[in-house]
């Protein structure tokens, strides 16, 4: 955990680097947003299964209800969020992260 | 031959084999970095079982479909939590971690603060929240070989505790990270191929019509559409407004809880770099996504062929549902023998299951003893290596030692609690002080002091004055909590402590860090371009 004096410089470069501002707004302003839309996503279903059961329980094909395909949107949700951020970050990310990487010759 | 000697079969070669990936990792654990973090050299896919096998334990498995099979729809209510619960690791936690620390957890949080209180206090919540876990999984591999195999006496649940303990401790002392780690993803691909298979054989048994099986599942359960609706087990009217909190209140401790698990976030330094992280949660998310789709099926399909009642005369809790209908559909399409089979499988996978998540969290547990505690608190970080593995395996006998006493002593304990209780202490004081940490600027010493000691404080007070503990007496008079009927000294009414202690645990932190006037701006800078560039992060170790 000690850190030589040199590598504050290193950090301390980087940082003002024009690109790491970017990187940083890139990262916050996806992953910010979408946890916050995910987490009230989640906890409206969880609501809707407490106070609203006459809704949740409505059936819509046979015995597949209004409940069931909620849930089933929460992994449709959770698989898409998770697949979008890896593209995003695949293409808006990683490359800034590396060229930096590089740049700091590490 | 009876299921039972097939299952034991069954259940001894997996063990042979795991041994055997165990002492082949032994042989390529060298240094510290092997035994804490296996070389940082399994790629991504492999890392994804992994986080698969180490997270989805019993409770995933056997309780979940139990509680399906039982009351229906409120145990999809679980796995829907415990899943989206892994896009918070994802987006917030996974790469940045992996890019700041080195071993445990406590190394992020003590990354630009003082390390002494920091990491003793980031030990002790780590030692916390892995007994809880443990102690559960103990507990339930002793009533799982009661329920299997019939052997209801005391002593016969004793030694399965032990032989449970004893493996474990030689998984982790003899492997380190290497060994467990290969010993969740044999156990991921099995529990992933038992639950697919069985899954597969009950959808063409209703000719792959969802609909059809939930019909009858809702008629065999005796509770009709009500079966298929939330509301049946958590919130149910009878128990009024606070039934409602305590489900929200357990739905926020699951969806934050996994994100705060030390044994979980101790599996983001296995891979090489951050963007292997990154993989490894997505193929976790994938795996996990699909057993807890199987699940549904399963504890649905339990009701339908095996029936609610049936299920609950076996085991009150619903344990047994996924065997039995291993059991029920082996017979019905293979007849005898093939329900032998099956079930001597799902029951060998079930054991597979307890060690593998065994084995996860008394490596974590015993990490955070060696490297937060013994080197850089007691040692003040002149430690050795060397004595820190050292200390690291000493650590891991203790621990196991002390999991298969508590184990034994809790054997008649009500501690299914013990999971939802693990995960709301996560999420109350591990999670607030790693998200402050990696994203907060003054966040400082006392902040995170605050915030783990406050978070876990509140956490097992509240849950000590809750009806989990005592005063909570079932229909029959007989007492569904902790304590024995009569005794009742709960004033909390909520039975999961979240909705209060995890809104506590960030004010905690938020408080400890504005009071205090400490503030190291060249760490948060190093910290902030080393999170997310990867500038300075701990590289594998080349073979």
Sequence with gaps: ?106 | MSHETLAISLFLLFVGLTLILTVRASRQTKDATDFYAGGRSFSAAQNGLAIGGDYMSAASFLGIAGIIALSGYDGFLYSIGFLVAWLVALLLVAELMRNSGKFTMADVLAFRMSPQPVRTAAGISTITVSIFYLLAQMVGAGALVALLFGLTGEAAKALTIVGVGILMIVYVVVGGMKGTTWVQIVKAVLLMGGAALITLLVLGKYGFNLSSLLSEAAQQSGKGDAFLEPGLKYGTEAQGLAGKLDLISLGLALVLGTAGLPHILIRFYTVPTARDARKSVLWGIGIIGVFYLLTLVLGFGAAALVGSKEIAESNAAGNTAAPLLAEKIGELIFGDVGGTILLAFIAAVAFATILAVVAGLTLASSSSVAHDLYAHVIRKGQATEKEEVRVAKISAFVIGAVSIVLGIFAQKLNVAFLVALAFAVAASGNLPAILYSLFWKKFNTAGAVSAIYGGLGSAVLLVVFSPVVSGKVGPDGKSLSLFPEGVDFHWFPLENPGLVSIPLGFLFGYLGTVLSKEYRADKYTEMEVRSLTGIGAEKATPH
């Design chain 1, 1 to 106: 955990m000690s850190t030589s004096p040199e590598e504050i410089t290193v950090y301390e470069e980087v940082r003002a680097r024009p690109e790491f501002a970017e990187l940083r707004r890139r990262f916050r302003s996806f992953v910010f947003p979408v946890t916050v839309a995910f987490l009230v996503w989640y906890l409206l279903y969880v609501v809707l299964s407490g106070w609203a059961r006459g809704f949740m329980g409505q059936q819509v094909v046979g015995s597949i209800n209004v409940a069931l395909i909620f849930g089933l949107l929460q992994f449709v949700s959770t698989f898409g969020l998770a697949y979008w951020y890896a593209r995003y970050a695949g293409s808006k990310l990683d490359p800034l992260a590396e060229r930096l990487r590089e740049e700091a010759g590490r």
